[in-house]
C-alpha cells in the first residue's frame, strides 16, 4: 500500500524558512514522480513543484527562487525547503505520488504552514 | 501557463440528479485532463485521468469526456456522497494548473 506522510509543518514569522519533509513507502520510489501541491484555507488547489522520475525539477512561479524541491533516494524521502516565506504560502501541503503517466494518483494527509507574525 | 475555466462554480442538485461539470482550457491539452474529488478536510481523490479513464475503485456513475479545450465531469445519479468540491487539473505542460472548483450543494 502508498504512503505518504508529510511532516515539518508548524508555524514560522514572514521571511523565516521551514523544510517540509514526505516520507514515502510502498512503491519504487525512484521509478515516480512527486509533487507539492497546497491549498490555502477555504481555498482551491494549487500546484507548488515537481521532481519528475527523469530527475526534471519544475516551479511555479510564485514559490520559484523561494523553495527548492529535493529527493532522498536513500531515505525513500522528498523534501521542500521553503525560504523567505510570506502570508500567502499560508496553505496545507500535500505530497502527491505519480502514477506511471504522471497523474496524480495518492495524496497524503498533508502539512499545515502557518505564516504570521 | 493553461488557464482551466470549471462551470458551475456551485451546482445545486438532489440525490438521482445526473450532472455535468464543465472544464474548459485555455488552449488544446488534447487528452491530459484530470478530475478529483475532495472532501472536506480530506485530500483529493483521483477520479478520472486521461480526460475519460475511470479511476480504479470509483463508481461507475462517474464519467469524464472530452478533448482539446473542452471537458465534462458527469454524475449519473447522485448519492448523498457525492455533495462535495470537485477539480479539473490539466497535466499538458508546466506549470500544472488546476480549475478553481465547483461545489456541488444539496438542493
Known amino acids: 500500500e502508498v504512503q505518504l506522510l508529510e511532516s515539518g509543518g508548524g508555524l514560522v514569522q514572514p521571511g523565516g524558512s521551514l523544510r517540509l519533509s514526505c516520507a514515502a513507502s510502498?512503491?519504487?520510489?525512484?521509478?515516480?514522480?512527486l509533487t507539492w501541491v497546497r491549498q490555502a484555507p477555504g481555498k482551491g488547489l494549487e500546484w507548488v513543484s515537481t521532481s519528475g522520475r527523469s530527475g526534471g525539477i519544475f516551479y511555479a512561479d510564485y514559490v520559484k527562487g523561494r523553495f527548492t524541491i529535493s529527493r532522498d533516494n536513500s531515505k525513500n524521502t522528498v523534501n521542500l525547503q521553503m525560504n523567505s516565506l510570506r502570508a500567502e504560502d499560508t496553505a496545507l501541503y500535500y505530497c502527491?505520488?505519480?502514477?506511471?503517466?504522471?497523474?496524480?494518483?495518492?495524496w497524503g494527509q498533508g502539512a499545515l504552514v502557518t505564516v504570521s507574525s | 501557463d493553461i488557464q482551466l475555466t470549471q462551470s458551475p462554480s456551485f451546482l445545486s442538485a438532489s440525490v438521482g440528479d445526473r450532472v455535468t461539470i464543465t472544464c474548459r482550457a485555455s488552449q488544446d491539452i488534447s487528452s491530459s485532463l484530470a478530475w478529483f474529488q475532495q472532501r472536506p478536510g480530506k485530500a483529493p481523490n483521483l477520479l478520472i485521468y486521461?480526460?475519460?479513464t475511470l479511476q480504479s475503485g470509483v463508481p461507475s456513475r462517474f464519467s469524464g469526456s472530452g478533448s482539446g479545450t473542452e471537458f465534462t465531469l458527469t454524475i449519473s445519479s447522485l448519492q448523498p456522497e457525492d455533495f462535495t468540491t470537485y477539480y479539473c487539473?490539466?497535466?499538458?505542460?508546466?506549470?500544472?494548473?488546476f480549475g478553481q472548483g465547483t461545489k456541488l450543494e444539496i438542493k
Open positions: 487539473q490539466q497535466l499538458k505542460s508546466y506549470p500544472r494548473t
Open positions: 486521461a480526460a475519460s
Open positions: 510502498g512503491f519504487t520510489f525512484t521509478s515516480y514522480g
Open positions: 502527491v505520488k505519480h502514477d506511471g503517466s504522471g497523474f496524480y494518483v495518492n
